[in-house]
């Protein structure tokens, strides 16, 4: 079969990657381990993330884009020429057009950076597309009807939200919050209370199987191993809900403002539709326990998490390439 479209929802914490009829195709994380020897690629997805916290001095596994922006180009250029690859399989005559998937609050600076990245990676023609926009779309989000929409998309390096109306985005805003900063913020609350220090994966999977937006009326807990600072030692210790819920309580703030931001500069025909409707959320960092109810609470307006929120911008992406003449009033940039 002769690919000659790919989507691409290009995350800080993982890569999906969207063949159209053949739906996504990757979902790996974006971590590249790289020789400092010969600086040669490794691995990279699923076995370079499994390196983190554990590389000897020969060896850097590493995540290339930062707050959902590309903070190392030459690894970024290397990850997705992967992604591209595998997704192609094997030998290809064709060089594909490739749509990604970016925060709308990037610099036109960071912009340029994707699309070099992308066409470095074999690409024939890049496009680029706001996440809001995309999310919307693969939540189902009739974005073409004169109403009103509220998405927010919680991912690993940003949050992104908009209000959008006739196919385009009437206000959004970005904040560079997400399941990194939560992770890196449970990290610093068990080296306080517990003097343990922990890594970056512990952390993720506590947020995973015990953490919540809001406290719980029963307590989950969960065993957690790192390294005592006082004596330098192993020690294993116990944790409950409360502990992370508590952790992360200034980030979820972070999102909150900004979500009521939005809500203020938001016209008011517009704002009488998303009472009826309500706010959908995707993302990966949507999925944390209680996570619309927070939003709920904290704004009046009611909140929904999509269908598959992880895959939403993916999804998004390729429809968005499946039907690019519809959608290209979306597109901000082309190459």
Known sequence: MLIKKIGIDLGTTNTLVYVPKRGIVINEPSVVAISIIDKKVLTVGIEAKEMLGKTPESIIASRPLKDGVI????????????????????????????????????????????IDATLAAGAKAAYIIKEPIVAAIGADIPIGSP?????????????????????????STSVRIGGNKLDVAIIEYIRKKYNLAIGESTAER?????????????????E?????????LPRTI???SDD???????????????????LQKTPPELSSDIIDKGM?????????????????RASGVPSYVA????LCVAKGTGIALENLEYYKRSILTMK
């Open 71 to 114: 903070a190392d180009y030459k690894t970024t250029a290397a990850m997705m020429r992967y992604f591209v690859n595998k997704a192609l399989g094997g030998f290809h005559l064709f060089r594909p057009e490739v749509m990604v998937a970016v925060p709308a609050g990037i610099t036109s600076t960071e912009r340029r950076a994707v």
């Open 147 to 171: 109403s009103g929409h509220m998405i927010i998309d919680i991912g690993g390096g940003t949050s992104e939200m908009a209000i959008i109306s006739l196919g385009g985005i009437v206000t």
């Open 206 to 222: 506590a947020k995973i199987d015990i953490g919540s937006a809001l406290f719980l009326d029963e307590k989950l807990k969960k």
């Open 224 to 232: 957690i191993k790192g390294r005592d600072i006082i004596n330098g």
């Open 238 to 240: 116990t944790i409950t």
């Open 244 to 262: 992370v819920t508590e952790a992360i309580q200034s980030e979820l703030d972070g999102i909150i403002m900004a979500m009521k931001d939005l």
């Open 280 to 296: 959908i959320l995707s993302g990966g960092t949507s999925q944390l326990r209680n996570m619309d109810q927070l939003l709920s």
């Open 307 to 310: 269908e598959d929120p992880m």
